[in-house]
Nanobody, 127 residues
Framework: QLQLVESGGGLVQPGGSLRLSCAAS????????IAWFRQAPGKEREGVSC????????YYADSMKGRFTISRDNAKNTVYLQMNSLKPEDTAIYYC????????????????????WGQGTQVTVSS
């Protein structure tokens, strides 16, 4: 069974950090583009970041630049999202996604239809 499982969410104070993990099973992530999305209560899903499978280049939504870092560990078949300087507006359910695409334009990566999705992990930023 092909599966993505996120972990690492929780409650953190403003200015704090969290590292989310997304472990893949049933397939190897190294040949897949990967992305993180989030959805806050009452809001539409929002793209956070993505990474190309071909060369590891990354892309971030404007509000995450300089604060979030996407990475992958192929040996562990896991992707990560390091989140620093967290703000209350970062509160959301965070989802990882993976997909294969014949063409992958990095600046458009958060608009692609990813094949596999995790179940999400809750991140709450509050004092």
């Amino acid at each position: 069974q092909l599966q993505l499982v996120e972990s690492g969410g929780g409650l953190v104070q403003p200015g704090g950090s969290l590292r989310l993990s997304c472990a893949a099973s049933g397939f190897t992530l190294d040949s897949y583009a990967i992305a993180w999305f989030r959805q806050a209560p009452g809001k539409e899903r929002e793209g956070v970041s993505c990474m190309s499978s071909a060369d590891g280049r990354t892309y971030y939504a404007d509000s995450m630049k300089g604060r979030f870092t996407i990475s992958r560990d192929n040996a562990k078949n896991t992707v990560y999202l390091q989140m620093n300087s967290l703000k209350p507006e970062d509160t959301a359910i965070y989802y990882c996604a993976a997909g294969r695409f014949s063409q992958y334009v990095l600046r458009l990566c958060l608009n692609y239809g990813y094949n596999y999705w995790g179940q999400g992990t809750q991140v709450t930023v509050s004092s």
